[in-house]
């Protein structure tokens, strides 16, 4: 008998992290939870101790409003961070605790489909939709890389935390990545624009 999935949620004090992490225990998972600002070093020590079936990144991050050209470089440094360099180091350093799941492994980047590119920038977005596009790539580019490791990196788009169900959980699940790597998809598994 397999043993229950172990989901490691990076982010599960937000919204859709909170409703993920219930609706995995429901179905019976081990759920670990993590917060995207904390000690990266501490947190990739204390996660990547045994194998990790699911690991989910789920950020609260809120574009500054303005004008980009009067925001202050502190505020792109952050938001750099917040969506595309810590998810991606931190995958990275759990590369191996996926590798070794029982099934494939499934590394999720949770989106908000403001950044899908498919309409005008709306107000306020233009310092996320650029980051966002970034981590998009950074996880193509692993979801063709990393297939042969036997893991599967999925992007998801999902705006309202009260919209996260079972569904969601069945995409994660069923999602086949192809060999020329993830798409951008909606919590039914649709693809969106990129």
Known sequence: MRAPLHVVIVGIATPIGAALAGLYRN?????????????LE????????????????????????????????????????????????????HKSALAG???????????????????????GSYLERPFRAAAHALWKSMSVEWQPLGIDCLVVAIDDATAVDNALLATISDTNVPPAGCVLQDEAGRPLGW
């Open 27 to 39: 179905a019976g998972a081990r759920v670990t939870g993590s917060n995207i600002d904390s000690e």
């Open 101 to 123: 799941s029982d099934g494939r492994g499934k590394l999720v980047l949770m989106t908000r489909s403001a950044a899908t590119m498919t309409a005008p920038d709306p107000a």
């Open 42 to 93: 501490v947190e990739a020590t204390r996660l990547a101790k045994e194998p990790i079936d699911i690991l989910i990144f789920a950020d609260a991050f809120t574009a500054p409003g303005g004008s980009a050209a009067k925001l202050k470089r502190s505020a792109f440094e952050a938001g750099l961070s917040m969506l595309a360099f810590k998810p991606f180091w931190l995958a990275n350093r």
